[in-house]
Protein backbone atom coordinates (compact mmCIF):
# COMPACT_ATOMS: atom_id res chain seq x y z
CA UNK A 1 0.00 0.00 0.00
CA UNK A 2 1.63 3.17 -1.10
CA UNK A 3 1.27 6.64 0.74
CA UNK A 4 -1.11 9.16 -0.32
CA UNK A 5 0.86 12.24 -2.28
CA UNK A 6 1.54 15.35 -1.04
CA UNK A 7 3.97 18.38 -1.78
CA UNK A 8 6.59 18.03 0.19
CA UNK A 9 6.52 21.72 1.31
CA UNK A 10 4.15 24.87 0.77
CA UNK A 11 4.69 28.60 1.75
CA UNK A 12 2.23 32.02 2.37
CA UNK A 13 3.17 34.98 4.14
CA UNK A 14 0.84 35.92 7.40
CA UNK A 15 -3.16 36.23 5.67
CA UNK A 16 -2.59 34.45 2.44
CA UNK A 17 -4.14 31.38 1.93
CA UNK A 18 -2.58 27.96 0.92
CA UNK A 19 -4.03 24.42 0.07
CA UNK A 20 -2.60 21.45 0.13
CA UNK A 21 -3.05 18.35 -1.88
CA UNK A 22 -3.68 14.92 -1.22
CA UNK A 23 -3.66 12.61 -4.03
CA UNK A 24 -4.54 8.84 -4.10
CA UNK A 25 -6.53 6.38 -5.94
CA UNK A 26 -9.97 4.85 -6.42
CA UNK A 27 -9.27 2.44 -3.73
CA UNK A 28 -8.39 5.16 -1.10
CA UNK A 29 -9.24 8.95 -1.14
CA UNK A 30 -11.71 8.28 -4.15
CA UNK A 31 -13.63 5.92 -3.30
CA UNK A 32 -14.47 7.09 0.54
CA UNK A 33 -15.39 9.99 2.50
CA UNK A 34 -12.85 9.22 5.08
CA UNK A 35 -10.18 11.43 4.90
CA UNK A 36 -8.42 12.99 7.45
CA UNK A 37 -5.95 15.63 7.92
CA UNK A 38 -3.40 16.11 10.83
CA UNK A 39 -1.30 18.60 12.27
CA UNK A 40 2.24 18.60 13.49
CA UNK A 41 4.32 20.73 15.58
CA UNK A 42 7.91 19.74 15.91
CA UNK A 43 7.97 17.24 19.12
CA UNK A 44 4.56 17.24 19.66
CA UNK A 45 1.60 14.56 18.84
CA UNK A 46 -0.28 14.69 15.73
CA UNK A 47 -3.75 17.14 15.79
CA UNK A 48 -6.55 15.98 14.10
CA UNK A 49 -7.87 19.34 12.01
CA UNK A 50 -10.49 17.62 9.82
CA UNK A 51 -12.31 14.70 9.33
CA UNK A 52 -14.82 13.17 7.04
CA UNK A 53 -13.24 15.55 4.22
CA UNK A 54 -14.76 18.00 5.58
CA UNK A 55 -15.61 18.66 9.37
CA UNK A 56 -13.84 20.21 11.31
CA UNK A 57 -13.57 19.13 15.07
CA UNK A 58 -14.71 21.28 18.02
CA UNK A 59 -11.95 23.58 18.86
CA UNK A 60 -10.86 23.55 15.25
CA UNK A 61 -10.37 26.99 13.65
CA UNK A 62 -13.04 27.64 10.51
CA UNK A 63 -9.68 28.95 9.23
CA UNK A 64 -9.33 25.20 7.93
CA UNK A 65 -11.34 23.54 5.23
CA UNK A 66 -11.13 20.31 3.83
CA UNK A 67 -12.08 19.16 0.20
CA UNK A 68 -12.44 16.70 -2.27
CA UNK A 69 -12.67 15.73 -5.70
CA UNK A 70 -11.94 12.23 -7.18
CA UNK A 71 -9.35 11.01 -6.41
CA UNK A 72 -7.25 13.74 -4.78
CA UNK A 73 -8.38 15.53 -1.38
CA UNK A 74 -7.52 19.01 -0.19
CA UNK A 75 -6.57 21.32 2.49
CA UNK A 76 -7.29 24.63 2.64
CA UNK A 77 -5.81 27.21 5.32
CA UNK A 78 -7.61 30.43 4.90
CA UNK A 79 -5.90 33.94 6.81
CA UNK A 80 -3.15 32.25 7.78
CA UNK A 81 -0.95 32.60 11.01
CA UNK A 82 2.35 31.84 12.65
CA UNK A 83 1.19 29.22 14.52
CA UNK A 84 0.01 27.41 11.53
CA UNK A 85 3.69 26.36 10.64
CA UNK A 86 4.13 22.92 11.11
CA UNK A 87 4.25 19.61 9.16
CA UNK A 88 0.49 18.08 7.78
CA UNK A 89 -0.58 14.82 7.00
CA UNK A 90 -3.51 13.60 4.97
CA UNK A 91 -4.97 9.97 5.84
CA UNK A 92 -7.33 7.63 4.21
CA UNK A 93 -9.46 4.32 4.06
CA UNK A 94 -8.04 2.31 2.11
CA UNK A 95 -10.33 -0.67 2.15
CA UNK A 96 -10.97 -2.62 -0.69
CA UNK A 97 -9.89 -6.05 -0.01
CA UNK A 98 -8.38 -5.77 3.90
CA UNK A 99 -9.47 -2.88 6.12
CA UNK A 100 -6.93 -0.17 6.63
CA UNK A 101 -5.68 3.43 6.54
CA UNK A 102 -2.85 4.77 5.06
CA UNK A 103 -1.33 7.96 5.20
CA UNK A 104 0.36 11.20 3.06
CA UNK A 105 3.73 11.68 2.66
CA UNK A 106 3.34 14.98 4.15
CA UNK A 107 3.43 18.48 3.59
CA UNK A 108 5.44 21.23 5.10
CA UNK A 109 3.95 24.53 5.81
CA UNK A 110 6.47 27.43 6.36
CA UNK A 111 4.80 30.77 7.24
CA UNK A 112 7.22 33.69 5.29
CA UNK B 1 -9.83 14.83 30.13
CA UNK B 2 -9.33 12.28 27.81
CA UNK B 3 -5.63 10.86 28.26
CA UNK B 4 -3.72 7.87 26.53
CA UNK B 5 -0.31 6.91 27.58
CA UNK B 6 1.68 4.38 25.93
CA UNK B 7 4.14 2.12 27.86
CA UNK B 8 6.60 -0.85 26.98
CA UNK B 9 8.76 0.53 24.66
CA UNK B 10 12.39 -0.01 24.45
CA UNK B 11 15.83 -1.25 22.92
CA UNK B 12 15.39 -4.71 21.20
CA UNK B 13 17.08 -6.78 19.16
CA UNK B 14 15.97 -7.75 15.57
CA UNK B 15 13.60 -10.87 15.61
CA UNK B 16 12.28 -10.50 19.13
CA UNK B 17 9.23 -9.46 20.70
CA UNK B 18 7.58 -6.53 22.50
CA UNK B 19 4.08 -5.25 23.74
CA UNK B 20 3.23 -1.91 23.74
CA UNK B 21 0.45 -1.16 26.10
CA UNK B 22 -1.72 2.54 25.93
CA UNK B 23 -3.91 3.25 29.34
CA UNK B 24 -7.03 4.87 28.52
CA UNK B 25 -8.69 7.42 30.61
CA UNK B 26 -11.51 10.40 30.79
CA UNK B 27 -13.77 8.92 28.25
CA UNK B 28 -15.67 5.47 28.12
CA UNK B 29 -13.48 3.44 26.25
CA UNK B 30 -15.25 0.28 24.94
CA UNK B 31 -17.31 2.99 23.42
CA UNK B 32 -14.61 3.94 20.67
CA UNK B 33 -12.28 2.26 18.41
CA UNK B 34 -8.84 2.40 18.97
CA UNK B 35 -5.46 2.56 16.35
CA UNK B 36 -1.79 2.17 16.58
CA UNK B 37 -0.02 4.50 14.32
CA UNK B 38 4.10 5.11 14.37
CA UNK B 39 6.39 7.27 13.14
CA UNK B 40 9.96 6.68 11.94
CA UNK B 41 13.10 8.92 13.12
CA UNK B 42 12.73 12.38 10.65
CA UNK B 43 9.86 10.28 8.38
CA UNK B 44 6.17 10.44 8.09
CA UNK B 45 3.29 8.53 10.06
CA UNK B 46 2.15 5.02 9.33
CA UNK B 47 -1.30 3.65 10.10
CA UNK B 48 -0.23 0.49 12.07
CA UNK B 49 -3.36 -1.08 13.33
CA UNK B 50 -7.03 -0.78 14.54
CA UNK B 51 -9.40 -2.31 16.61
CA UNK B 52 -13.43 -1.70 16.80
CA UNK B 53 -15.09 -1.38 20.43
CA UNK B 54 -15.85 -4.96 21.06
CA UNK B 55 -12.83 -6.08 18.53
CA UNK B 56 -14.97 -7.25 15.99
CA UNK B 57 -13.41 -5.78 13.20
CA UNK B 58 -9.51 -5.47 13.03
CA UNK B 59 -7.12 -4.18 10.49
CA UNK B 60 -3.30 -4.23 9.65
CA UNK B 61 -0.91 -2.44 7.55
CA UNK B 62 0.68 -4.85 5.03
CA UNK B 63 4.29 -4.23 6.83
CA UNK B 64 3.60 -5.30 10.10
CA UNK B 65 0.78 -8.12 9.21
CA UNK B 66 1.68 -11.81 10.71
CA UNK B 67 4.25 -10.16 13.11
CA UNK B 68 1.75 -8.01 14.95
CA UNK B 69 -0.96 -8.38 17.00
CA UNK B 70 -3.80 -5.56 18.22
CA UNK B 71 -5.72 -6.45 21.37
CA UNK B 72 -8.04 -4.36 23.65
CA UNK B 73 -9.01 -4.89 27.21
CA UNK B 74 -11.92 -3.06 28.11
CA UNK B 75 -12.14 -3.94 31.60
CA UNK B 76 -8.65 -2.42 32.23
CA UNK B 77 -9.35 0.50 29.63
CA UNK B 78 -6.40 -0.70 28.28
CA UNK B 79 -5.17 -1.38 24.14
CA UNK B 80 -1.96 -3.28 23.49
CA UNK B 81 0.52 -4.20 20.86
CA UNK B 82 2.40 -7.33 20.67
CA UNK B 83 5.10 -7.28 18.05
CA UNK B 84 7.04 -10.39 17.22
CA UNK B 85 9.81 -11.00 14.81
CA UNK B 86 11.01 -7.11 14.81
CA UNK B 87 13.17 -5.32 12.30
CA UNK B 88 15.17 -2.60 12.08
CA UNK B 89 12.04 -0.93 10.29
CA UNK B 90 10.06 -0.83 12.87
CA UNK B 91 12.23 1.13 14.79
CA UNK B 92 9.91 4.48 15.69
CA UNK B 93 7.35 6.05 18.03
CA UNK B 94 4.34 4.45 18.02
CA UNK B 95 1.45 6.41 19.26
CA UNK B 96 -2.09 5.31 20.91
CA UNK B 97 -4.71 7.00 18.98
CA UNK B 98 -8.26 6.65 19.59
CA UNK B 99 -11.33 7.02 16.60
CA UNK B 100 -13.33 9.95 17.89
CA UNK B 101 -16.24 9.14 15.74
CA UNK B 102 -16.20 6.32 12.75
CA UNK B 103 -13.76 3.79 12.94
CA UNK B 104 -11.94 5.06 9.72
CA UNK B 105 -13.00 8.81 10.21
CA UNK B 106 -9.99 10.04 12.13
CA UNK B 107 -7.88 10.16 15.09
CA UNK B 108 -9.00 12.79 17.78
CA UNK B 109 -6.63 12.24 20.09
CA UNK B 110 -3.16 10.90 20.39
CA UNK B 111 -0.85 9.83 23.20
CA UNK B 112 2.46 11.07 23.47
CA UNK B 113 4.02 8.10 22.14
CA UNK B 114 6.58 5.51 23.31
CA UNK B 115 9.63 4.66 21.32
CA UNK B 116 10.64 1.23 19.99
CA UNK B 117 14.34 0.58 19.24
CA UNK B 118 15.14 -2.49 16.97
CA UNK B 119 18.93 -3.12 16.91
CA UNK B 120 21.90 -5.54 17.60
Known amino acids: QSALTQPRSVSGSPGQSVTISCTGTSSDVGGYNYVSWYQQHPGKAPKLMIY???KRPSGVPDRFSGSKSGNTASLTISGLQAEDEADYYC????????????FGTGTKVTVL | EVQLVESGGGLVQPGRSLRLSCAASGFTFDDYAMHWVRQAPGKGLEWVSGISWNSGSIGYADSVKGRFTISRDNAKNSLYLQMNSLRAEDTALYYC?????????????WGQGTLVTVSS
Open chain 1, 52 to 54: DVS
Open chain 1, 91 to 102: CSYAGSYTSRSV
Open chain 2, 97 to 109: AKGDYDFWSGYGH
